[in-house]
């Protein structure tokens, strides 16, 4: 099947999905626990992932899935071949707090490189899309990325993991940030926060995130002319495209202030260790 059949599949899968957290949310039709490192998750965060997996595996039967409910085995990411990576719910505290920021995530890759990429936000109408080498869109139009080339004037969006404990290393960062940069955004969705780069609405973003959070932006990200990366190597074993630690995504010329100020930042803070 060609990339584009899998992308008008995916959108319609993608959108699918969106209803179901609608009608969800605006029934209360979700109860909410805790997994193990004290991220959110809710019934709907589960029953919209098997919905994803039944229409993956109906329309494209035997292909691996790495999920973030259902199927969240990491390993995958190294096996050569076909991969669907999904999100079904990315920005669940803001779902369950009544907030706009959430979206759905579909990425499709084939040998550690992301082919085909949906994110689609229910709740702000909003579905943004990406053929590898064929541009990205939201909904009916062509986006690009910001052309911001001063740190002093650029809007840099990032998020915080959900372990209190894990927090403080990264309150060097921010403060380097709050400091050289216009100001900050934190909307809750890594996913939407890599859209808001592809279409210009921030011009940087940064964080630690999970492939499933990732996958599918960072290509819509690139396509729309910022430029992606890691502010430390990737490890050899696993694909640059799917390797979703230090991400970085900018504007094409502020990609190295903005890396060497959050390496620098990282520095001051082993020093002061």
Not at 121 to 146: C, H, K, V
Request: aromatic content about 6%; hydrophobic content about 40%.
């Amino acid at each position: 099947m060609r990339d584009a059949e899998r992308l008008v599949t995916a959108i319609e899968i993608a959108k699918q999905a969106g209803r179901m957290i609608q009608d969800a949310r605006a029934h209360s039709a979700f109860d909410r626990r805790y997994k193990k490192n004290a991220e959110l998750v809710t019934d709907a965060d589960v029953a919209v992932d098997q919905f994803i997996a039944e229409q993956l595996e109906r329309y494209f039967p035997g292909e691996p899935r790495l999920t973030e409910e259902l199927s969240p085995d990491k390993q995958s990411l190294e096996r050569k071949g076909p991969l669907w990576i999904v999100d079904p719910i990315d920005g669940t505290v803001n779902f369950a707090h009544g907030l706009p920021h959430v979206a759905v995530s579909i990425a499709w890759a084939k040998d550690g490189k992301v082919h085909v990429a949906v994110v689609h936000a229910p709740f702000l109408e909003e579905t943004f899309s990406a053929l590898r080498s064929e541009g990205a869109r939201l909904n009916d139009r062509q986006i690009r990325a910001s052309t911001a080339s001063s740190l002093e004037k650029s809007l840099v969006a990032t998020g915080f993991p959900y372990r209190r404990e894990s927090r403080p290393p990264l309150m060097r960062r921010l403060a380097a940030v709050m400091e050289h940069c216009q100001d900050i955004r934190r909307c809750g969705s890594a996913a939407l926060d890599l859209c808001n780069v592809a279409c210009g609405r921030v011009d940087a973003y940064y964080e630690s995130v999970s492939p499933w959070d990732s996958a599918a932006g960072l290509l819509i990200a690139r396509e729309a002319g910022a430029r992606t990366g890691h502010l430390y190597p990737v490890p050899d074993t696993m694909p640059e495209e799917l390797y979703s630690e230090h991400l970085l995504a900018s504007a094409p010329d502020l990609y190295k202030s903005m890396k060497e100020l959050l390496i620098r930042a990282d520095e001051e803070r082993i020093q002061y260790d």
